[in-house]
Nanobody
Framework: EVQLVESGGGLVQAGGSLRLSCAVS????????IGWFRQAPGKEREGVSC????????YLADSVRGRFIISSDNAKNTVYLQMNSLKPEDTAVYYC????????????????WGQGTQVTVSS
């Protein structure tokens, strides 16, 4: 059974930092593209960041580029999202998601999902 378990969300002031973690089990971690989505109340789900395994490239949405960093620890089967210079508009539920493929498709990479973790940024 594939499981993705997020942790690290919380409440932080604008300008602060948080690191999200996603522990994965149930499939070869380093063979599947993996990353993060977020969804704020009343807004569409947004793909935030993704690591492709075929070429080790990383995708970052324009809204977070320069502030967020995605990384992967294959020994721990864990992917991280380091979020710096947080803004109130970053407030959302953040979901870890993995693909059945080894690349981050522009159509999304959410074949497997975690339960989500709340990030709230106060102004």
């Amino acid at each position: 059974e594939v499981q993705l378990v997020e942790s690290g969300g919380g409440l932080v002031q604008a300008g602060g930092s948080l690191r999200l973690s996603c522990a994965v089990s149930g499939f070869p971690f380093d063979e599947h593209a993996i990353g993060w989505f977020r969804q704020a109340p009343g807004k569409e789900r947004e793909g935030v960041s993704c690591i492709s395994r075929n070429d080790a490239s990383a995708y970052l949405a324009d809204s977070v580029r320069g502030r967020f960093i995605i990384s992967s620890d294959n020994a721990k089967n864990t992917v991280y999202l380091q979020m710096n210079s947080l803004k109130p508009e970053d407030t959302a539920v953040y979901y870890c998601a993995a693909s059945r493929t080894d690349y981050c498709s522009t159509y999304g990479w959410g074949d497997y999902w975690g339960q989500g973790t709340q990030v709230t940024v106060s102004s």
